[in-house]
């Protein structure tokens, strides 16, 4: 597969999570998306320290869909600035990546 990669999107709710992630495996930009209730971002925003529980949506795709990712969830999202962070998947399993691949097509 031709530059897969992971994206890290954090929402607000596992509502928010499920609507963005099945948005994008509709439209074919992700070939799966994983929800992961339950995380704790602590951050600085607009000058204030910030402490706010989150859930974490893992999307799998390709390097060539990342604009188009960016621009359904910033669609999507309740926040103003969306974590939106591929990182390259550098090696894996060739059946999973092979099924991404076709996922992807």
Same mark, same amino acid.
């Given at each position: 597969? @031709? !530059?897969?990669? %992971?994206?890290?999107?954090?929402? /607000? ?6 609507? +963005?992630? #099945? ?27 910030? @402490? !706010?529980?989150? %859930?974490?949506?893992?999307?799998? /795709? ?6 188009? +990712?960016? #621009? ?34």
């Amino acid at each position: 597969m @031709d !530059d897969p990669v %992971v994206v890290y999107v954090t929402a /607000s709710s596992e509502e928010e999570a499920r609507c +963005i992630g #099945k948005k994008l495996v509709e439209e074919g930009f992700a070939a799966c998306a994983n929800i992961v209730p339950n995380i704790r971002s602590i951050y600085i925003w607009k000058g204030e320290l910030c @402490d !706010d529980g989150e %859930v974490l949506l893992i999307i799998k /795709s390709r390097k060539i869909h990342i604009d188009k +990712i960016v #621009k359904r969830v910033k669609d999507l999202h309740s926040y103003q600035v969306p974590e939106v962070i591929a990182l390259p998947i550098i090696q894996g399993s060739e059946d999973y990546l092979s099924w991404m691949e076709e996922s992807l097509s």
